[in-house]
């Protein structure tokens, strides 16, 4: 092995191993949570959740559309 090549698969093993920044799954994670809180506090601050999508899925199926 060439002492380059040698090199490159060092600093590639080496920032495999880090472990400081978020993964794709710890991202993931936070998208759901954050997903989650956000339809219940439109439930619980909507009297009415359903009509308040069927309306605005009217109104951007009205824009859309023309």
């Known amino acids: 092995m060439s002492a380059a090549f040698r090199y490159c698969a060092a600093q590639v093993a080496s920032f495999l191993k880090q ?5 794709a ?3 993931g994670i936070m998208m759901g949570l954050i997903i989650v ?3 219940t ?3 619980v601050i909507s009297t009415s959740p ?3 999508f ?5 109104k951007v199926g009205k824009t859309s559309s023309s």
């Open 54 to 58: 069927s309306y605005t899925g009217q």
């Open 41 to 43: 506090t439109i439930a």
């Open 25 to 27: 799954v710890e991202y």
């Open 50 to 52: 359903n009509n308040t």
């Open 37 to 39: 809180v956000c339809f």
């Open 19 to 23: 472990e400081d920044g978020p993964t």
